[in-house]
């Protein structure tokens, strides 16, 4: 079912003028509210009047996510701060994090598009969600909350975690509906078959997974062992958080709600923008957010767009599901993680050198990080007692800052291999 057809079936020119007129107002609004946003247009020497629609859109200057640090915390508002009814943050990342400020109509915005998220996969007032997206700061949780109370739905907040009460509510409460990671849910499937549970006998009929990569191989994996249809649904803090796209019933590709997130893609070396079809970094301007509305923010995300009809009747651009990234970041449990951010702990600990090892592995379903780090010759010849306490007061310290927990192993000097390059921080196993 299409939420609201109006928007999500426009004929495709009058949605191009819809988003020219919301492009040439959200330009002129953050020129003239936002002083971060003034010296970019002026160093581009371009002017919200230049800006006639859609196609102009190139000339505006980009926004990236240290442009959003540097400004921390409230220097991209384009509203009073009276008027800001909630904030959110992007996961993960500590010290200077990006901010999401809402007004009401920002977050009635976000309640529209996880209904017409949710109503993709055809969730109605009859569904029962269980949100097992983390709440919180973290906008999973909350936008998957809004979204399945605007379609009627009622909505479990079971958070994430503790996978034995979700199984028990799940059963008891007769879920219809599973938000969380992709990764977790097979976790949940898993520990439900030890228990004996046989989830084509529960009344779960559909999953919306997301804020980690994952592929249709995996999908396929879901879909066989919680007995349900698995929905691929895209967002990032910076934009809205989740409810920037997701699949409809054809789960081929995702919709973009480009009457209000306006998706480019653009060569990550040059910033030249791409035709469809072809991979490259994934933009997006916010054209209708009050709060903090942002122009042409570059996700590190790679992917392509296609324009093709979708039999589903909707007429916003597809995004193929993420590829990649241009930037050395992991999602670990749903959480955004840089090696940097591991580097920034190690420097301030005594006895321990900055040659460094990330391995990132997928045991049952569940993400592990162990972060390997070299010793100084000086604590190599202490106690084993002494090294031990110094592994525990680091995986401390790496747990406040990345937010997701981390084994720590303490190696011989110079022992993790050194490269003449680029030194390789990450061994990814997941894949
Ligand atoms: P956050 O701002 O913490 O919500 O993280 C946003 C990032 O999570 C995005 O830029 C993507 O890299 C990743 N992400 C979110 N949803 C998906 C998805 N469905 N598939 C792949 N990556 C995703
Ligand atoms: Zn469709």
Redesign the pocket.
């Known amino acids: 079912m299409i939420w609201d057809p109006k928007y999500e079936a426009m004929p495709r020119a009058k949605l191009k003028a819809l988003q020219g007129k919301r492009l040439r107002d959200i330009a002129k609004r953050v020129y003239e509210r936002v002083p971060f946003y003034k010296a970019k247009f002026d160093a581009l020497k371009v002017a919200p009047s230049d800006i006639r629609g859609v196609e102009d859109l190139h000339r505006l200057p980009f926004t990236t996510k240290d442009d959003m640090r540097d400004v921390y915390p409230y220097g991209l508002l384009a509203c009073d701060l009276k008027k800001i009814i909630e904030i959110h943050t ?3 990342t500590t010290g200077k994090p ?1 901010v999401d400020a809402y007004t009401r109509a920002d977050i009635d915005l976000w309640a529209e598009v996880m209904a017409r998220t949710f109503s993709m996969g055809g969730a109605g007032k009859d569904d029962i969600l269980q949100n097992a997206y983390g709440y919180g700061l ?3 949780g909350l936008g998957a909350h809004y979204g399945a109370q605007r379609i009627g739905a009622a909505c479990i907040p079971i958070s994430g975690g503790n996978t034995k009460r979700q199984l028990d509510v799940m059963r008891d409460f007769g879920s219809t509906m599973l938000t969380c990671t992709p990764s977790y849910s097979l976790y949940i499937a898993e520990a439900g078959r030890e228990e004996g549970i046989d989830f084509s006998k529960l009344p779960l009929r559909f999953g919306f ?6 592929s249709d191989n995996m999908r396929a994996d879901i879909e066989d062992k919680l007995r349900i249809k698995a929905f ?7 934009i809205i ?2 409810g920037v796209a997701a699949e409809c019933e054809h789960q081929n590709l995702l919709h973009v709600f480009e009457d209000h997130f306006y998706p480019e893609i653009i060569s990550p070396e040059t910033g030249e923008p791409l035709p469809d079809g072809e991979k490259g970094e994934l933009v997006f301007t916010t054209l209708t957010k009050e709060g903090t509305p942002v122009i042409r923010y570059r ?3 790679i992917t392509y767009l296609s324009r093709e009809q979708c039999a589903c009747g909707r007429t916003h651009v597809k995004m193929h ?2 590829l990649g ?1 241009t930037d050395d ?1 992991l ?1 670990i449990r749903g ?2 993680v840089f090696p940097s951010q591991v580097e920034h702990v190690l420097v301030t600990i005594k006895g321990v050198e900055p040659h460094y090892q990330l391995i990132v592995e997928r045991v049952d379903n569940l993400d592990t990080l162990e972060v390997q780090v070299e010793m100084t010759e000086d604590l190599f010849s202490d106690e084993l007692k002494y090294i031990e306490q110094k592994e525990r007061q680091i995986e401390h310290h790496l747990r406040e800052a990345l937010l997701v927990h981390s084994k720590v192993k303490l190696v011989e000097p110079k022992s993790i291999a050194r490269s003449e390059g680029k030194a390789k921080r990450v061994i990814d196993n997941r894949a």
């Open positions: 992007s996961s993960g990006v973290f906008t999973g997974f997301g804020a980690e990569p994952w691929d649904i895209f967002g990032l803090t910076e958080g989740p996700t590190r995300d599901r993420i990234r970041m999602i959480v955004n």
